[in-house]
């Protein structure tokens, strides 16, 4: 199948997990839950979004977690900004990477961030100057990048201005995002192969929602197209608001049990994953909910047994 | 990708689906779901199972319910048999074709059929003679295909030696199972190919279990691998005895979505699939769960907010 032996997973669920929950997440239990995550071997970690109180109120205390988690050697901590005055805060909360907030639609674009996709990359430029001065690298995203909530699928021409849009930013790693699950492999590939083709210098990764059951179908496709960094969802917390009971991020647990099993190396403990998973469901038992924490992984292999009840007729 | 433009999808709800209901479902019921299917436009049903009413008490009513369904033209009524008594019953129903049991270890099928694989094989002989004197089709499979919950992975070589076994009898249409999701992407092919390769007269099809989250990635690379076969169950319905709660049967909805996304034809109708589903959720809450029933179809658009809140700071 041409797969790469290795990838890397990009753990979110402090962001995009957090920022779902219904009510207020203490700091101290935010802290602990990052710091848990850290154990399980992720190198990179969103831990927060700098955004305004008012748009994301579980975010608030996002420069206060910053102060308190641990910071393990050789792991990159990632954070999503909207504006320059999120990246400030970044700057001050000394994350290593920030991470670009954008639509790939208008529509979507105006609704997550009151402007028009284009006119939502305006900042961009004093950003990237302003980061230039800072050890913090910049990244991008193009959310809702294999369909739209309102206007459906989005066109390849879209993608391919809005990457050079960010060719000339000088911003090269692209995290492709399909924030309400309408990818299906065929357009993973088609999108993944001609920006690949288009901006060879790009990295691109992949975050993915399961709302329609194709995550992990996704997940191969990418890595058919060489992708070799995906983010996902401790538990599978984060969800959508377009479809407020379906399933959100592919969990953690499940796209890591599902490469390590095709033999492709994570590096990360799934079985320490599993146990974060485990904790979280006990804080958040609604929102929790993967497949591997129902039915466990498949080495976890159930006694034959001895005295056969006779079946069959 | 080099997909199939078309494939057929077998509902299997009525045999699959039923039997791990809890409680006895009315005849009327079930004729009346099997109706339904019907009108989507399936042509392959599996309406039930001929087995001992002690073994599976689900389908004592198996004949009865052959009686009073519906026969639209063109649609095959296929059911599972495990034995000649089985076979006799089927073709006093009349059903078209007959789907052997096998499982693919002997552990499992100690479990499944009270005997080891080879001697469980031992009543085919008869069957497939029995079989020819009438107008019933013989097709068989293999469960546990791609791992067992008891032996972990399947070699290869089983697999071989258990279809040169088929050949021998005369048998080429093999549905391989994924009976508890323990399938990936990767085994998938390595299967699929080299089974297409060694038995180049077989025609398989791939019954998918979700309960690892892997089932349609699965489907995807059986599709590359030339496979326009596969069955599903409307609702999800169908679960396995060694993950109690956790999905099971890919729901027909699913795959159906997902492959028509692809713009791959099933020429089954998405939407009746959908109303019997909600049917379905209605009659049994508990059983039923689906991706496409909580997310809806990418196509189910919403409508983009008039006036855009202001969000990020």
Do not use: W
């Amino acid at each position: 199948m041409g797969l790469p032996k290795e990838v890397t997973i990009t753990e979110v669920c402090p962001r995009d997990g957090f920022q779902t929950l219904p009510g207020e997440v203490p700091t101290d239990v935010k802290v602990d839950i990052i710091n848990r995550i850290f154990e399980c071997g992720f190198k990179q970690v969103e831990v927060t979004s700098f955004v305004h109180p008012k748009a994301v109120p579980q975010m608030k205390d996002a420069d206060e977690v910053l102060k308190r988690i641990n910071r393990p050697e050789g792991v990159t901590l990632r954070a999503l900004i909207p504006n320059l005055r999120g990246l400030e805060r970044a700057i001050e909360a000394k994350v290593d990477k920030v991470k670009l907030m954008l639509s790939a639609t208008d529509s979507h674009s105006l609704n997550n961030a009151n402007a028009k996709t284009f006119d939502a990359m305006k900042d961009f430029e004093a950003i990237v100057k302003r980061a230039e001065t800072t050890d913090v690298k910049v990244g991008a995203s193009i959310s809702v990048a294999f369909g739209c909530p309102y206007e459906g699928p989005v066109p390849i021409e879209r993608h391919i201005e809005i990457c050079k849009r960010y060719e000339q930013l000088g911003i090269t790693e692209i995290s492709l995002a399909d924030t309400t699950g309408m990818a299906t492999p065929v357009n993973i590939k088609l999108v993944v192969s001609t920006l690949k083709e288009k901006f060879p210098s790009f990295h691109f990764s992949l975050h993915l929602h399961n709302t329609r059951g194709m995550a992990f179908a996704n997940a191969v496709a990418g890595l058919e197209e060489g992708i070799v960094d995906f983010d996902s969802s401790v538990g599978g917390l984060g969800g959508c608001p377009y479809a407020p009971n379906a399933s959100g991020n592919i969990a953690s647990e499940d796209i890591i049990h599902g490469f390590e099993e095709m033999g492709i190396k994570t590096n990360v403990d799934l079985d320490k994953v599993i146990d974060v998973a485990k904790h979280l469901r006990e804080l958040f038992p609604e929102q929790i909910d993967s497949f591997i924490l129902k039915a466990g992984k498949n080495s976890d292999l159930h006694i034959a047994p001895g005295k056969q009840k006779k079946i069959g007729e």
